[in-house]
């Protein structure tokens, strides 16, 4: 998978990808904050979440009820 050849075909200026390894967050980040800039995703770039959160809520009930705690 070629991130950047799909951030192209979709139109996204910039992303990080986040993935928690051995412990620890692990982050890399691809783009920039908007087209036309040169300013670089980062390190503590802030993007919206969106409805993120609804999957994430939704996950943490489906744990819970699997462990009979709900």
């Known amino acids: 998978m070629n991130i950047i050849r799909n951030m ?3 139109n996204i200026p910039g992303l990080t990808v986040c993935r928690f390894s051995e412990g ?3 982050t890399q980040n691809y783009g ?3 087209t036309g800039t040169s300013r ?3 390190d503590g770039t802030l993007f919206h979440a969106c409805s993120i ?3 994430i809520t939704a996950l943490c009930v489906l744990d819970l009820a699997a462990e ?3």
């Open 32 to 34: 920039v904050l908007q």
């Open 68 to 70: 009979h705690q709900l």
């Open 8 to 10: 192209e075909k979709t």
């Open 24 to 26: 620890q967050f692990k």
């Open 53 to 55: 959160s609804k999957f």
């Open 40 to 42: 670089n995703v980062q």
